[in-house]
């Protein structure tokens, strides 16, 4: 890693980090939304500010170090307005997301901490070409969108919205599915999704993935971006997609055009208010009833009163325990799918993993990865044993030789997969594959002798 620069998280689909580019200083008619660009820090703003690592961890910071980020725009209502499309002579910028969205500030409210300011410093270029975030972005065939939905919206953010869809993951987790999460719109933060990755989500993915630092951009545009974005967690094939609009309906962000977009797919509404009235005003604006309201209008009895005499519809303090048992009936009862706790339920019949490195040191993180595979084939095939898994690195010098070989046990013929890819993580998911692929052969068969 190349450490003269501070790469936020809005580089995470890039290669910045790992390969060399060069910089070159662009007059402002030639910059673009996406742009990947160096600044200069001038002044770190607050002490609390810190920047968004593209690994999701936060980093403070220190007058002249120089970050790599993108331009873009912020349109926030409670917190800060910015835009790139404003920079003026002096090519000085604010840090408008600890992700590195990058852009002059117009706005801010009092309540908020000085931002951090910077000065531009240049483009990245490699070969002679000006390096941005849709330079990272592989064009996908299109894949109709038909994944089951749980939606979250809010009035406004920080309405408990990614809370939510935390405490409804890890429910759809705990009853043993498949789950993939997705922020559709709003200003680029790794943290966000990565809290839905951290009570067990499957996959996470958000407008990043597809080359956006946030939402705002041209109407077509964004269709076009979110038909990838869609696409890209149909390919998942999870049971369940927990998605969240990340901004309040009428900033610019697009969260009209994504909820048109999955509305045939949604199976139960979660709204975070930060108010019973504004709860009144999104349902006219998105035209949307929600199933259940939840977040800071009801952390109070009087609030889901209010709430439910305005609105006419469910308030749930979902951060509270006891609440647990009535949304758990209204998620089960909204797709179809259990929620009791298969965890608990199989915690004495577990099944066992073996995993042992052949020419290669021992990896904690690739055996996590591995472990929750298996542990959702196991969940998803009643029958199965134990695996034993072998990673190995080939001895020769091919361009790939990253090995998995992971054998089943289970009744029946023996049940065998093995890959070989550029890396362990892409050679462990595609033996993963191969294996769900037979076992659905040999399921298949069996519910034909039945």
């Known amino acids: ?26 007059p402002r008619e030639q910059w673009q939304t996406g742009d990947y660009v160096v600044c200069k820090i001038i002044d770190p703003g607050s002490s609390e500010l810190k920047l968004e690592l593209a690994n999701g961890r936060m980093r403070g910071v220190i007058g002249g170090e120089f970050l790599v980020g993108a331009l873009g725009e912020r ?19 604010t840090v408008l997301t600890g992700a590195g969205l990058l ?40 894949v109709p969108f038909n994944t089951p939905v749980i939606l979250f919206v ?64 041209p109407r077509e545009e964004f269709q076009e971006k979110l038909a990838q974005l869609l696409s890209k967690l ?47 005003g999104l349902m006219k604006v998105f035209d949307i009833v929600p ?40 998620l089960s009862s909204a797709t179809g799918l259990s929620l009791d706790n298969k965890l608990l339920e199989n915690e004495f019949e577990k099944f066992h ?8 040191d021992r990896d904690e993180n690739l055996e996590k990865i591995i472990l929750d595979k298996l542990d959702h084939l196991y969940t998803k095939y009643s029958g199965l044993i134990k695996a034993h898994v072998i990673i190995e690195e080939a001895k020769d010098s091919s361009a790939k030789g990253k090995i998995c070989k992971i ?7 023996r049940i065998f997969a093995s890959s070989n890819e550029i890396n362990f993580e892409a050679s462990v998911a595609e033996t993963i594959r191969d294996l769900d692929r037979q076992l659905v052969r040999r399921k298949e068969k069996m519910n034909l002798h039945h």
């Open 154 to 217: 809010g009035t406004s953010m920080s309405a408990g919205k990614t809370t939510s869809a935390r405490i409804v993951t890890n429910l759809f987790k705990l009853g043993g599915h498949t789950v993939v999460g997705a922020k559709l719109t709003g200003a680029g933060r790794f943290k966000d999704i990565l809290a839905i990755k951290d009570v067990g989500a499957d996959e996470v993915m958000d407008f990043v993935d597809v080359g956006l630092p946030s939402s705002i951009c």
């Open 75 to 93: 349109f926030a209502t409670l917190e800060a307005t910015g835009t790139w499309r404003e920079v003026g002579d002096d090519l000085k910028m």
């Open 407 to 413: 054998e089943l046990s289970a009744p029946g013929p």
């Open 291 to 330: 199933d259940i309201v939840t977040g800071v209008a009801t952390n109070t009895l009087a609030g889901c009163k209010m709430v439910e005499k305005l609105c006419k519809v469910k308030a749930l303090n979902l951060i509270d325990a006891a609440t647990t048992p009535a949304l758990k009936n209204m």
């Open 353 to 360: 993993s073996h995993i042992d490195f052949v020419h290669t």
């Open 103 to 142: 852009g002059r500030l117009t706005s801010k409210s009092v309540f908020m901490p000085n931002l951090m300011e910077i000065v531009y410093v240049g483009h990245t270029f490699r070969y002679g070409e000006k390096l941005t975030m849709n330079s990272y972005v592989r064009p996908e065939p299109y």
């Open 1 to 26: 890693m190349n450490h003269h620069y501070i790469y936020t998280s809005l580089t995470r689909i890039s290669d910045l980090a790992e390969k060399d580019f060069d910089l070159n200083k662009l």
């Open 234 to 280: 149909e390919k998942v094939k999870a049971d369940v997609a927990i998605i969240e609009i990340g901004a309040s309906p009428l900033e610019p962000y697009n969260g009209d055009i994504a909820i048109n977009a999955i509305r045939d797919q949604v199976k139960c509404i979660i709204l975070s208010a930060s108010d019973p009235y504004a709860v009144h």
